[in-house]
């Protein structure tokens, strides 16, 4: 339900920020799974599949950088100030 109604109340730059975050992550577990794939269709050259799988780390690390920019934008993910009747409820 928290992700129903943070994706409701969204604008959307915020909606479409969100997709791009999912976008760069499916392309980054894509070029993870064609690593994993060669890995497994040629296992006499492992020296290849390392390579192929050192050279997911920079989007890996591009997209994790992108992720936090992301929600550390995002006005769903920050904390409301407390009512006062909230406050008055607590000390009660």
């Not at 020296?47 to 994790?64: D, E, I, K, N, S």
């Not at 995002?74 to 009747?85: E, H, N, Q």
Request: glycine share 8%; net charge positive; hydrophobic share 50%.
């Amino acid at each position: 339900m928290l992700a129903l109604r943070l994706t409701r109340a969204a604008h959307p730059a915020v909606q479409l920020r969100r997709l791009l975050v999912a976008a760069a992550s499916a392309g980054t577990g894509f070029l993870l799974l064609c690593a994993l794939g060669y890995a497994l269709g040629h296992p006499g050259s492992t020296g290849a599949a390392l390579l192929r799988l050192a050279w997911c780390t920079a989007p890996l690390a591009a997209t994790v950088y992108f992720a936090i920019a992301v929600a550390r934008t995002d006005p769903g993910t920050k904390p409301r100030p407390a009512s006062p009747r909230s406050a008055s409820a607590r000390c009660a």
